[in-house]
Structure formats: structure tokens, C-alpha cells
């Protein structure tokens, strides 16, 4: 009998399968092909030792994919069909996606077109096909994710101008400005601020709570497209970790560099987290988890496990990180006051929290909250009922970096705020902590040049200086914007609830 | 009620308990499969069953696919076995591995000698045709009155078939030790399974070696150097050692002999910590110290073998990845039996074997 061949392994099928698609150009040379993968300082001796953090071929990824979408949009339709909105847990709940749309969606947009420029950056052909999946995997999501919230459109206010306020809202300049800090730098650098900081280290910070906070407020539509991401997001992840180990091990003088942008990104991607974190204690009417609790988990264990890790190649936790931590009992509270006070010129709602919700704040953040958030929202909710409800009457004082406001307070004084600022060429510069200050001073010829919202709204260049002008240039109707309670969202899901209460339809005539 | 898993390409078969998770059953076995989420919605684990039925339990639709499941897919950290499977992983094949078939024996205790104040030397003859390993490799002993077996690893060269060399430090208080050091007389009996274990010299690659090794860690990388050197292997061989003090130096003449004996053999010992008699010139450091002494803190282009106790395994892959020597190029004795049930400390998926 003929002795059956042996069976190939999954890495030789792969090889025989991809082998000779690359080549050393010799028309141009590859410094010309590829002009941008060594101005960084970033030395690579041999792409050859690019170790593919998944074996995908394109057959293979297209019939994947495309099961994944046949089963999102069955449940897609299904939500649309069931009239699923009535399922949410609160009306309130709808803002938590309203963040996620107006916020991040359009992140997911600007991933896709880094990860292209990556497909083509690099000379290394293994690196490149993965960020060229990634690409693909990137405009899917920000497709389904458009698809899964038109529903929610249809019935409440603030989704539907997302793709202009992207570009005109001066509170969205902070998920904005992270994302076009990371594409404006060079390829190395992007794929460490995306692949790595931001989708290995800080991944589950952003994921767990809006996936498993869908999921707890009865949002089908939002869960199942978390699903159908984070199947790919593993890939992503491996990405992240390969780019880091192989860029240490090519060469020794890549560590140094590679130390200062986990500094920058790690500090980046936990300011604009802080975002996500207020929505966990603030916008989920029913809670998964605090931000306290999941800055514990996620960064001080396993965040500093990865850091013990990565120790090994001689890289040191990123610069700042007992800072972040300090500031978990705070953070959210901070941001939930500003977005309070600043609602009326966003596309979103805000409100105090009710007593129920206050004694869990209270639980999950001690003393600190009683003794200065809690009575300050008790102060506000006062107001609101006899008719005065709070709003601040001009727009805020942005950080130059990561353009959050300037209302975070210094990390061991809760009752003090950080204002720090850097003069450069003529010019003073407010940063919002040591963090952004630092990330300033590395590159301040590139952050002087930021467009800082608030000053370009003063200085009548976005439809006028007014506030009414303003949300005239964004296409923002006034009852989009400020209080939840009253509002043409919270009328409606009031009405809802009155009608699932009465007794519904009448006994067919026999 | 537990089943077997054969892991392709590797070849090596484990045991899974009925509702032991297919991923936690092969980590714990020592074999290194891609995973990442732990609960089914990432797909990185996703390994091929080709013989054998499992359970896919709670994987999610998204991270399985349909068609995934019709080719016989499964995500190994959710999976359970209904049968004995055969599964291929994405993992490396080894060239080096002999793959030899596990077995049982039965050995004659033939000598016990104090090789240190705290550590045995127990030789065994097997009769017959002996047996085959792979030098660093391991077994398993059976020990009269203890449940679970112990690993050990065999500290003779695989040239010696018909007699197999144990060294046995005491560990206070643990009951098979002291069985081995109190009880254990020439003339007895004693049944255990091998060969087991990943830990064995690359032949195929070209590098200088670095053994470094410490404590009661010494068994493999004797017979990994005897079996080098008396097979005429000509490349570089380092062997860095530590102990605490010269009571628990041993070997050390046999060693000398051999670096005087082979040019291309060379022998590092420090003491951390000399007792007050001691008559030592040497060095007084830890084992990664001398090393980075020896190779100034340069490891690239070497392949290393690291065997002793964890904090000395730990300190010494910092030292060699520091001096860039990476992961592929390291080479760690895991034993893992029934014994090893506490739960690993918390890391990162950054590294695969460490």
C-alpha cells in the first residue's frame, strides 16, 4: 500500500500558499516604493523574521466574513421587526449609544483608512497583508455599526447628523483628535498607537462595557454587533503584540522609541477612555460594572501583568500610569459634571442620577464622592426642580493635547484643578495634566498646529460666535440638545411605557 | 472519566478530563496553544478536531462559524471531549523531537549516594532492552504511599539504557521526598512512565549553547552535555551553574574533567551565599549574574537551556533578553502532573513559553 502522504501543517499550507507573492522592486528601489518606514528611527533588520499573527487567506476571510454579516443583519432585522427599542432598559440608556455612534463609529471609520495607508507602508509583506485585513475589517465595522444604530435613528434624536458633527462638534474632537494624532504620525508609530495601545492594552476598557453594557439594557442590536467585532478584534490583537515584540527584537536601538510612544499612547488612550468610563457610571441604567472596578481588573492587573511581561525586553510601564490610577474615584464624576453643564451644546442628554443611583456611586466610590460629587449633583437637582436647571453659559478652556476640558484636578488633590501650560514660539498652550503637558513638550511643532474648537467657535468661524449659531452650523435642533428629563426622547419612551402598561387591543368582533 | 488528545503536529497525547476544558488541559500539559479571550468570542484558539467528537459548549456563533464547525473547527478553550480526539494547532513542529512513545517501567534501585547534604542521587536498573529518551527529558515516578506521581528528570546520558539516574532534592515536609530520602533502600522496586517532556538540545540549529541551571536543576543539563559531547558535537557549550553554597555544589569534579577534557566545554560556577567555612575563590552572585559577566551582556546568536528553581529561571530570562536572546532561541524544563493543580501566576499573552 502507498504510504499516504503526510499531512502539511498549518504553517507550511500557508507558506505554499502566499510564497513568491512579494518582491524586491528593481525599477525603483524599495526606499522609494516604501519612503516611509524609516524615518521614524525605527530599525528592521529582517521583515523575513515577521512572525503572521494569523494565517488568513483571502478565500478563507471572505467566506468568514461574510457569514458573520448573513447572521448580524438576520438579527438586524429581527430588532427592527420586534420594535426592539421598546426593550431597552431606559430611555436614558439610548445616550450610551448616541457616545458610541457620534464618538466612536467614526473612529472605527478612521482605523480603516490607517490601517490602509499601513497596507501599502511598510516593505515587509506579512505586515502589510495584516493591516490590509485589518483595513477591511475596520470600513466593516464602521458599516454594521451604522446599520445596527439606524434603527435607534428612527425613533430618537441625536444620531442623525453624526458624520458632520464628527467634523464640526467640539466635544467630538476628543476621539477625533486622538485618531488624527495617531494617522499624522508615521507608520510605526500608528500601529503601535492603534494596534497596540490602544486595541491590546486598552481593549476590554472600551469593549466589555459598551458590549456587556448593550447587553445588560436589553440592546440586541448593539451586543450582537459587538459580537460580530470582536471575532476580528483577536486578530487585531495578536497584530498589536507582534508589532511590539518584532520591532524589539529586530533592533536594540528601536526600544527607546517604542518606550516613548507607549508613554504618549498609553496616556492618550486612557484620557479619551475616560469617556467610555463616564458612560459605564452615568449613561447605563443598568450598571456592569464601575470604572473603578474595571481600571482594576483591566489595567492594574492585567494592564501591569502585560507591563511585568514586556518588562523582559527592558521597556518600564508607561510613564504616568499611578497618576491614571489615582484618579479612578474621580475621573467620571469630573466628566459627568462637565458634559452636565455643557449638554446644551452637544448632541446628547444628560441628567443627575437618581437616589438609587447615587447610593450605588456612592458604594462603588467612598468618600470622595459623597463629600464632593454627590452634593454638588444634589445642589444641581435642586435647581433643576424649581425651573432653574444648570447650564454654563460659555464653552470650556480645551486641553491643548487631548482636548478634553480642562476640568481634571491634580492627581493627590481632588479640590485643586490642573491647568499646566507650555509657551511655545509666542504662544501659551493649557494642557490638562503632567501627561498631556509631556506629550506636548516631545512635539510641539506638531500640537501648536492643533484646531482647538472652542477658540475657533469665538473667533466666529464656525457659523458665528453665539451658541444658537453654533448648533445652527451643526445641524443640531435645540431639543436634541441639554436636559433628559422632559425632553422629546424621554416624552416618547414615557409615552411607550403608558401604553405596554394598558391593556392592549380589543376582542375581535365575533 | 477522562478522554485522550492527540495534538498534531506535535504528536503528543494528554488527558482531558470529561468537563475539562480542551485549552486549560493542553496549558496544563505544557503545550502552548494561540489563545486569547478564554471564553469563546475571539476565535484565536480555533484548532482542527480530525478524528473524534467534541463539544463546542458555549462558543459564540460569531467566533465559530457555521461553516467552521461543518469542517471540524472547534475553539479549544470551550471545548470538552465527547470521545478520544486527534487535533491539529497552529503550532511549530519541532525537528528535533524524537517523538518517542510513552511507556512504563520497572526499575531496581541499584545506588543511593548523598550528592549534597540535601540532595539523592538514586540510580535504577531497568532490564532488557532498557530505555529511550531524549537527553532532558523527564519521567514519572510511582512512589509507595503517594497518589499522584512525581516528575523528575533523568540525569543520565540516553547512552545509558539500563541505568537511569535520579537526583532528589528534599523538600521539608513533602511526602515523596522524604519517602525517596528515608525509605528507600537498594533491592527496591519502583514503577514510573517516560520519556515525558519538550525540554531537549536543538541539534539541528546551529548555535552555541548556554546551559544555565541551578539548585537541584542539574539532572537534565548533565545528560543534554554528556550526551552532546560523548555524540562528538563540536560547537560551543556553556555550562553556568549556582548553588548556595559549596555543601550543594555538586558534580563540580565531574564537570572540571570535562571542560578540561573538551575544548569546547567551558564550566562557570558562583555561590549566592557561602557558608562561613567555605574554601571559595570563585564567584559570589546569582546565576544570571555570572552570566552576563561571562557573555558581557551580550546572548545573541546563542540557543539557551535553562533548568532550577523559578525565581533563578526568571531572573535568567531577563538577563538573556536584556543581552537579546528571545523567546525562540529559550528552552525551559515544564514538568506538569497532577501535582502542579495551583493556578499560575497572573501574566500576559505576550510570550508563549515562559
Given at each position: 500500500m502507498a504510504e499516504k502522504p503526510k499531512r502539511l501543517n498549518l504553517n507550511q499550507k500557508y507558506q505554499l500558499m502566499t510564497r513568491g507573492l512579494d518582491w524586491e522592486t528593481t525599477y525603483q528601489s524599495m526606499d522609494e516604493v516604501f519612503p516611509y518606514d524609516r524615518y521614524e528611527g525605527i530599525k528592521i533588520k529582517d521583515w523575513d523574521k515577521w512572525q503572521d499573527p494569523f494565517r488568513l487567506t483571502m478565500d478563507a476571510y471572505w467566506k468568514y466574513q461574510a457569514e458573520k454579516e448573513r447572521k448580524l443583519y438576520a438579527i438586524l432585522d429581527s430588532v427592527a421587526q420586534n420594535n426592539s427599542q421598546l426593550n431597552i432598559s431606559d430611555g436614558r440608556y439610548m445616550n450610551a449609544v448616541k457616545i458610541w455612534m457620534q464618538g466612536v463609529t467614526p473612529l472605527e471609520y478612521a482605523a480603516f483608512r490607517g490601517f490602509a495607508m499601513l497596507g501599502r507602508g511598510f516593505r515587509g509583506a506579512g505586515a502589510r497583508v495584516a493591516c490590509q485585513f485589518q483595513s477591511i475589517d475596520e470600513m466593516r465595522h464602521y458599516q454594521t455599526q451604522v446599520h445596527a444604530f439606524s434603527h435607534y435613528n428612527k425613533y430618537f434624536n441625536g444620531f442623525n447628523q453624526y458624520s458632520r458633527i464628527r467634523d464640526r462638534a467640539w466635544y467630538l474632537s476628543i476621539p477625533k483628535s486622538?485618531?488624527?494624532?495617531?494617522?499624522?504620525?508615521?507608520?510605526?508609530?500608528?500601529?503601535?498607537?492603534?494596534?497596540?495601545?490602544?486595541?491590546?492594552?486598552?481593549?476590554?476598557?472600551?469593549?466589555?462595557?459598551?458590549?456587556?453594557?448593550a447587553a445588560y439594557n436589553g440592546d440586541m442590536a448593539t451586543t450582537t454587533f459587538g459580537f460580530s467585532a470582536q471575532s476580528d478584534e483577536s486578530r487585531h490583537m495578536t497584530l498589536g503584540l507582534e508589532i511590539i515584540k518584532f520591532m524589539l527584537e529586530q533592533h536594540e536601538d528601536n526600544l527607546p522609541i517604542v518606550q516613548e510612544w507607549l508613554d504618549k499612547w498609553f496616556w492618550r488612550g486612557y484620557r479619551?477612555?475616560?469617556?467610555?468610563?463616564?458612560?459605564?457610571?452615568?449613561?447605563?441604567?443598568?450598571?456592569?460594572?464601575?470604572?473603578?472596578?474595571?481600571?482594576e481588573i483591566y489595567w492594574e492587573d492585567n494592564g501591569m501583568a502585560l507591563f511585568n511581561d514586556l518588562a523582559r525586553y527592558g521597556l518600564r510601564p508607561p510613564k504616568h500610569h499611578e497618576a491614571a490610577t489615582k484618579e479612578k474615584?474621580?475621573?467620571?464624576?469630573?466628566?459627568?459634571?462637565?458634559?452636565?453643564?455643557?449638554?446644551?451644546?452637544?448632541?446628547?442628554?444628560?441628567?443627575?442620577?437618581?437616589?438609587?443611583e447615587l447610593d450605588w456611586l456612592s458604594a462603588e466610590y467612598g468618600e470622595l464622592f459623597d463629600t464632593v460629587y454627590r452634593p454638588r449633583y444634589e445642589y444641581w437637582q435642586e435647581l433643576h426642580e424649581k425651573g432653574e436647571r444648570f447650564f454654563q453659559k460659555r464653552l470650556p478652556v480645551v486641553c491643548n493635547v487631548c482636548q478634553i476640558p480642562i476640568f481634571h484636578t491634580m492627581p493627590d488633590d481632588p479640590l485643586m484643578n490642573c491647568c499646566l501650560v507650555s509657551e511655545y514660539k509666542g504662544t501659551k498652550h493649557q494642557m490638562?495634566?503632567?501627561?498631556?503637558?509631556?506629550?506636548?513638550?516631545?512635539?510641539?511643532?506638531?500640537?501648536?498646529?492643533?484646531?482647538i474648537p472652542p477658540q475657533q467657535i469665538y473667533q466666529g468661524n464656525c457659523g458665528g460666535a453665539s451658541l444658537e449659531d453654533y448648533r445652527k452650523w451643526l445641524h443640531i435642533k435645540d431639543e436634541e440638545t441639554g436636559e433628559y428629563y422632559g425632553s422629546e426622547d424621554h416624552v416618547m419612551w414615557e409615552q411607550w411605557q403608558a401604553q405596554a402598561a394598558k391593556p392592549t387591543g380589543v376582542a375581535p368582533a365575533s | 472519566m477522562s478522554y485522550q488528545a492527540t495534538i498534531e503536529p506535535l504528536g503528543e497525547t494528554i488527558e482531558v478530563e470529561e468537563d475539562q476544558k480542551l485549552l486549560d488541559a493542553a496549558l496544563r500539559a505544557g503545550i502552548w496553544l494561540p489563545y486569547a479571550c478564554n471564553h469563546g468570542v475571539c476565535g484565536t484558539c480555533k484548532v482542527e478536531v480530525l478524528e473524534g467528537d467534541v463539544d463546542h459548549n458555549e462558543a459564540s456563533a460569531f467566533a465559530l462559524m457555521d461553516v467552521e464547525r461543518d469542517e471540524g473547527k472547534t475553539l479549544a478553550c470551550c471545548a470538552t471531549l465527547l470521545s478520544d480526539i486527534v487535533m491539529e494547532a497552529d503550532i511549530e513542529e519541532e525537528e528535533d523531537a524524537l517523538n518517542l512513545s510513552v511507556e512504563d517501567f520497572v526499575g531496581t534501585v541499584t545506588k543511593i549516594e548523598d550528592l549534597t547534604p540535601t540532595v539523592k542521587g538514586i540510580w535504577l536498573e531497568i532490564p532488557g532492552d532498557g530505555i529511550e529518551f531524549q537527553a532532558g527529558q523527564y519521567l514519572n515516578l510511582n512512589i509507595p504511599g503517594v497518589e499522584i506521581p512525581r516528575a523528575f528528570s533523568l540525569a543520565n546520558p540516553p547512552s545509558e539504557k539500563n541505568v537511569i539516574e535520579l537526583n532528589v532534592r528534599h523538600v521539608e515536609g513533602g511526602q515523596a521526598t522524604t519517602y525517596l530520602h528515608e525509605q528507600l533502600s537498594t533491592g527496591d522496586k519502583l514503577t514510573f512512565t517516560a520519556p515525558l517532556g519538550r525540554f531537549f538540545v536543538r541539534k539541528s540549529a546551529p548555535e552555541p549553547i548556554i546551559f544555565l541551571a541551578g539548585g537541584s536543576g542539574l539532572s537534565s543539563p548533565k545528560s543534554m552535555i554528556i550526551d552532546l559531547l560523548e555524540n562528538g558535537d563540536e560547537r560551543e557549550t556553556t555550562l553556568v551553574y549556582g548553588a548556595r553554597n559549596q555543601s550543594e555544589l555538586y558534580y563540580f569534579r565531574l564537570f572540571t574533567r570535562l571542560a578540561e577534557e573538551y575544548d569546547n566545554f567551558h564550566y562557570l560556577t558562583a555561590l549566592s551565599d557561602p557558608a562561613a567555612g567555605d574554601d571559595w575563590e570563585g564567584a559570589r552572585c546569582f546565576v544570571h549574574e555570572l552570566a552576563e559577566q561571562r557573555f558581557d551582556k551580550h546572548f545573541e546568536g546563542h540557543k539557551a537551556y535553562l533548568c532550577g528553581p523559578p525565581p533563578m529561571i526568571d531572573s535568567c530570562i531577563t538577563s538573556l533578553m536584556r543581552g537579546r536572546l528571545f523567546e525562540e532561541h529559550i528552552f525551559m524544563e515544564n514538568f506538569f502532573t497532577a501535582a502542579d493543580s495551583g493556578k499560575p501566576a497572573r501574566r500576559s499573552a505576550l510570550f508563549k513559553k515562559f
Open positions: 486622538y485618531f488624527e494624532d495617531a494617522v499624522s504620525a508615521g507608520p510605526f508609530e500608528l500601529i503601535t498607537a492603534i494596534s497596540f495601545s490602544f486595541e491590546y492594552v486598552l481593549t476590554n476598557l472600551l469593549f466589555m462595557p459598551f458590549v456587556s453594557g479619551l477612555l475616560g469617556l467610555v468610563g463616564t458612560m459605564m457610571d452615568y449613561m447605563l441604567p443598568k450598571k456592569v460594572m464601575s470604572w473603578r472596578q474595571a481600571w474615584y474621580r475621573i467620571t464624576h469630573e466628566f459627568w459634571s462637565t458634559i452636565y453643564q455643557f449638554s446644551h451644546a452637544t448632541a446628547l442628554y444628560t441628567w443627575i442620577p437618581t437616589t438609587e490638562c495634566s503632567q501627561g498631556c503637558l509631556d506629550i506636548f513638550n516631545r512635539e510641539p511643532e506638531k500640537y501648536c498646529q492643533a484646531y | -
